[in-house]
T-cell receptor, first 122, second 112 residues
């Protein structure tokens, strides 16, 4: 359980186009999802925190008009990279926060990560 | 600024060796700490999660310790195998509702 999926797993696009990445929690509801970006040989850098039904909170230096985040349901958050440029090429990883779980005990407030989306902008 | 530092950045060992990866964090008031493994071009695999009230967690050949007062955690890997070769990331959560903050990772290479 506690599976997070991302779609697509990889995408190649031309400069100037927009790309949408989906993040889904498959077997739990996530009021909070996080979006990270990872450049080659670097660690994961938090881009924004996405809360269901409200506006996302962006980290310093992340352009909210360029990276549009929508968290319209408890199982889906989307990241749209608008007018993508080669410098946006990166590995984008989402994670969903599992707030609680019924039945067998699990770690409270644990984040579960998607497999990532590799974006290449030509 | 809350930062997570991992030392060393890279480590090469022969198969069978026991090894320790280090993680330090600037603010000791953490909520929990988590160790992940990342293979090249892949996502994250959670290895161990230590709550702030815990001192260590064990899973198979892996043991993670937490010393909040000194702002440190270690990941101990016993009897290393070539399949352990990967980048190991340490991440800290400072408050329940906030995101994990990651270190830059230690890239481990185990030779046969």
């Amino acid at each position: 359980g506690a599976v997070v999926s991302q779609h697509p797993s990889w995408v190649i696009c031309k400069s100037g186009t927009s790309v949408k990445i989906e993040c889904r929690s498959l077997d739990f509801q996530a009021t909070t999802m996080f979006w990270y970006r990872q450049f080659p040989k670097q660690s994961l850098m938090l881009m924004a925190t996405s809360n269901e039904g409200s506006k996302a909170t962006y980290e310093q230096g992340v352009e909210k008009d360029k990276f549009l985040i929508n968290h319209a349901s408890l199982t889906l958050s989307t990241l749209t990279v608008t007018s993508a440029h080669p410098e946006d090429s990166s590995f984008y990883i989402c994670s969903a926060r599992l707030l609680a779980r019924s039945g067998r005990a699990r770690s409270y407030n644990e984040q579960f990560f998607g497999p990532g989306t590799r974006l290449t902008v030509l | 600024k809350q930062e997570v530092t991992q030392i060393p950045a890279a480590l090469s060992v022969p198969e069978g060796e026991n090894l320790v990866l280090n993680c330090s964090f600037t603010d000791s008031a953490i909520y929990n700490l988590q160790w992940f493994r990342q293979d090249p071009g892949k996502g994250l695999t959670s290895l161990l999660l230590i709550q702030s009230s815990q001192r260590e967690q064990t899973s198979g050949r892996l043991n993670a310790s937490l010393d909040k007062s000194s702002g440190r955690s270690t990941l101990y890997i016993a009897a290393s195998q070539p399949g352990d070769s990967a980048t190991y990331l340490c991440a800290v959560k400072y408050q329940a509702g906030t995101a994990l903050i990651f270190g830059k990772g230690t890239t481990l290479s185990v030779s046969s």
